[in-house]
């Protein structure tokens, strides 16, 4: 059997028709119908992907992905009705992976349930280099190289390509990057990101205006993607 | 009290009219303090002479404070009330957002899934997932249509001799699909005919008979009495869901307003109910809902018209 999906959604019909198709790619595709339900069947542990959507009869998705990060690195997928930006901010800063807005073409989420379960998450020793297709970042001598050759990175650069590295394929939102590099107290400032970002990209991507590993979520955030 | 004191007093009052009620009264309250203020307490008392003056300072003061405050507080009002209409269309777009969204994607999908491998059994399936998000898009669509025209005032009244049955009728055929699996229970007598719009009244049935079977439980009867009465049609429709707060009575005819228990529901438009309202205040009639305790809800309509005996025709 394939990995084991849970799929959340209190709609009959997107859930007799995206079970099928997860299941004739070999998913294993469990079903629930309400936030309570979910967060049951997550808390047993044995889940490699939960698909939710955010407009829940009971809890609300967002708060859904909130109680279940509390105990759980399970990459959830979020189906959103919602086209706002601030509602997937809001999911992804609850600890969403991902967001699919409805309605979505079938290949692109099956593109972005591949990723989400290539990420699950094996903690690597500090010591170990992290290796992203052309990209070595060797955290302990604090050098990174493309393609071999050694890149020059300012501390805040080193700091913020490393973050991304560990996270690859996943939506990072402003705020949760802001936090990651310069603390609780800066997440107001999202200058500071925006200029980082433009600097990294200078240093690493082959051409920095049409990048091609740090990608902008508009109004979001950035996806850092190695495809 | 001397002077200044008496001043303060009516400058506080003219202060706390001009806050609540409209420019006109606030001024009016103003120069009703001066001429007060000028007869009883400024020398010479008992006259409407102003020996002093600077007391025409304080008809200035007590004009400026009424025109000021009273300007302000309109201001605010008017804040308040382009809030209110920027939440209403926040909601709009997020109600209209998943109405649309989730049925194409659910369609999308079953197509995408029908043009892959599948057993005949699923490809049945699939394509009748299709067909029912199909329908409520149709539904979605309608509503949006019905409730610009009722906007735009586009609803032109057209009088015909109808039973009351002959509504009921035309109105479960609108939405016979949202009633699979229901209890109906038709209670039409049919020997008086009014004249009204049956396409009218028979609309707006169709939201109240939808909205019943949107919260009632699917095993539990729904009551529809349609009769004629002296003065045209009138129509109940009873459910047996989970009821209204009392204070949702009155709202639950505005526009994408979702009572405690829709929030507990995606389907549902927000709109059906508000699209009653305007079809049957378009055809002169009125229709409004009561909580039965113990029971659910019960909607009533009443569209005027003359009467005859059916056998007339």
Same mark, same amino acid.
């Given at each position: 059997?394939?990995?084991?999906?849970?799929?959340?959604?209190?709609?009959?019909?997107?859930?007799?028709?995206?079970?099928?198709?997860?299941?004739?790619?070999?998913?294993?595709?469990?079903?629930?119908?309400?936030?309570?339900?979910?967060?049951?069947?997550?808390?047993?542990?044995?889940?490699?992907?939960?698909?939710?959507?955010?407009?829940?009869?009971?809890?609300?998705?967002?708060?859904?992905? &909130? &109680?279940?990060?509390?105990?759980? &690195?399970?990459?959830?997928?979020?189906?959103?009705?919602?086209?706002?930006?601030?509602?997937?901010?809001?999911?992804?800063?609850?600890?969403?992976?991902?967001?699919?807005?409805?309605?979505?073409?079938?290949?692109?989420?099956?593109?972005?349930?591949?990723?989400?379960?290539?990420?699950?998450?094996?903690?690597?020793?500090?010591?170990?280099?992290?290796?992203?297709?052309?990209?070595?970042?060797?955290?302990?001598?604090?050098?990174?190289?493309?393609?071999?050759?050694?890149?020059?990175?300012?501390?805040?650069?080193?700091?913020?390509?490393?973050?991304?590295?560990?996270?690859?394929?996943?939506?990072?939102?402003?705020?949760?990057?802001?936090?990651?590099?310069?603390?609780?107290?800066?997440?107001?400032?999202?200058?500071?990101?925006?200029?980082?970002?433009?600097?990294?990209?200078?240093?690493?991507?082959?051409?920095?205006?049409?990048?091609?590993?740090?990608?902008?979520?508009?109004?979001?955030?950035?996806?850092?993607?190695?495809? | 009290?001397?002077?200044?004191?008496?001043?303060?007093?009516?400058?506080?009052?003219?202060?706390?009219? =001009?806050?609540?009620?409209?420019?006109?009264?606030?001024?009016?309250?103003?120069?009703?303090?001066?001429?007060?203020?000028?007869?009883?307490? +400024?020398?010479?008392?008992?006259?409407?002479?102003?020996?002093?003056?600077?007391?025409?300072?304080?008809?200035?003061?007590?004009?400026?404070?009424?025109?000021?405050?009273?300007?302000? #507080?309109?201001?605010?009002?008017?804040?308040?009330?382009?809030?209110?209409?920027?939440?209403?269309?926040?909601?709009?777009? =997020? #109600?209209?957002?998943?109405? +649309?969204?989730?049925?194409?994607?659910?369609?999308?999908?079953?197509?995408?899934? +029908?043009?892959?491998?599948?057993?005949?059994?699923?490809?049945?399936? @699939?394509?009748?997932?299709?067909?029912?998000?199909?329908?409520?898009?149709?539904?979605?669509?309608?509503?949006?249509?019905?409730?610009?025209?009722?906007?735009?005032?586009?609803?032109?009244?057209?009088? @015909?001799?109808?039973?009351?049955?002959?509504?009921?009728?035309?109105?479960?055929?609108?939405?016979?699909?949202?009633?699979?699996?229901?209890? +109906?229970?038709?209670?039409?007598?049919?020997?008086?005919?009014?004249?009204?719009?049956?396409?009218?009244?028979?609309?707006?049935?169709?939201?109240?008979?939808?909205?019943?079977?949107?919260?009632?439980?699917?095993?539990?009867?729904?009551?529809?009495?349609?009769?004629?009465?002296?003065?045209?049609?009138?129509?109940?429709?009873?459910?047996?869901?989970?009821?209204?707060?009392?204070?949702?009575?009155?709202?639950?005819?505005?526009?994408?307003?979702?009572? @405690?228990?829709?929030?507990?529901?995606?389907?549902?438009?927000?709109?059906?109910? #508000?699209?009653?309202?305007?079809?049957?205040?378009?055809?002169?009639?009125?229709?409004?809902?009561?909580?039965?305790?113990?029971?659910?809800?019960?909607?009533?309509?009443?569209?005027?018209?003359?009467?005859?005996?059916?056998?007339?025709?």
């Amino acid at each position: 059997m394939g990995a084991r999906i849970l799929l959340v959604d209190d709609e009959p019909n997107i859930l007799s028709t995206m079970t099928p198709l997860l299941r004739s790619r070999g998913y294993d595709v469990s079903t629930a119908t309400s936030g309570r339900a979910a967060i049951d069947e997550i808390e047993r542990g044995t889940l490699d992907l939960v698909v939710l959507d955010l407009g829940l009869p009971d809890i609300d998705g967002v708060e859904v992905c &909130r &109680r279940v990060r509390a105990d759980s &690195r399970v990459p959830i997928l979020v189906l959103s009705a919602r086209g706002a930006e601030t509602e997937k901010v809001r999911a992804l800063d609850a600890g969403a992976d991902d967001y699919v807005t409805k309605p979505f073409g079938t290949e692109e989420l099956l593109a972005r349930i591949r990723v989400a379960l290539r990420r699950i998450e094996v903690p690597l020793p500090r010591s170990a280099p992290i290796v992203r297709g052309r990209l070595t970042i060797d955290r302990e001598g604090f050098r990174v190289s493309l393609d071999g050759e050694d890149v020059h990175l300012t501390p805040k650069e080193f700091e913020l390509l490393t973050y991304f590295a560990l996270h690859p394929g996943r939506v990072l939102t402003h705020r949760t990057l802001l936090k990651a590099i310069w603390g609780p107290n800066a997440i107001d400032q999202p200058e500071h990101l925006r200029v980082l970002v433009g600097s990294l990209r200078k240093k690493i991507e082959p051409h920095p205006a049409t990048p091609k590993y740090i990608l902008t979520e508009p109004w979001v955030g950035y996806r850092f993607d190695l495809d | 009290m001397n002077q200044t004191t008496v001043a303060l007093v009516l400058l506080l009052a003219v202060l706390a009219t =001009a806050t609540v009620a409209r420019l006109r009264v606030a001024v009016g309250v103003a120069v009703v303090s001066t001429l007060a203020l000028n007869y009883f307490f +400024l020398p010479p008392v008992g006259t409407l002479v102003i020996a002093d003056p600077q007391n025409w300072i304080a008809l200035f003061a007590f004009l400026v404070v009424a025109i000021t405050a009273s300007k302000l #507080s309109a201001a605010a009002k008017d804040r308040a009330l382009a809030r209110q209409k920027a939440e209403l269309a926040g909601t709009l777009l =997020a #109600s209209l957002s998943h109405d +649309l969204r989730t049925p194409l994607t659910a369609i999308r999908i079953a197509v995408d899934n +029908l043009s892959g491998e599948l057993t005949l059994e699923d490809r049945r399936m @699939q394509a009748q997932a299709a067909t029912s998000e199909l329908d409520r898009l149709t539904r979605v669509l309608e509503h949006i249509l019905e409730m610009a025209r009722i906007d735009a005032a586009a609803i032109h009244v057209d009088r @015909q001799w109808v039973g009351a049955a002959d509504v009921v009728d035309a109105a479960l055929a609108y939405v016979r699909p949202v009633f699979d699996g229901h209890a +109906l229970r038709i209670d039409a007598d049919g020997n008086l005919q009014t004249e009204i719009d049956p396409r009218l009244a028979s609309g707006a049935l169709s939201h109240l008979l939808e909205n019943a079977a949107q919260y009632s439980p699917a095993d539990r009867e729904i009551v529809v009495r349609a009769s004629v009465e002296a003065d045209g049609l009138h129509v109940t429709v009873s459910d047996h869901g989970p009821g209204l707060e009392s204070s949702e009575v009155d709202q639950l005819f505005e526009r994408f307003f979702r009572g @405690q228990a829709a929030r507990q529901r995606s389907s549902g438009t927000g709109m059906g109910l #508000s699209i009653s309202r305007g079809l049957i205040t378009a055809a002169g009639g009125r229709v409004w809902a009561e909580n039965v305790p113990g029971a659910g809800a019960r909607f009533s309509m009443v569209v005027p018209g003359r009467v005859r005996h059916g056998t007339a025709q």
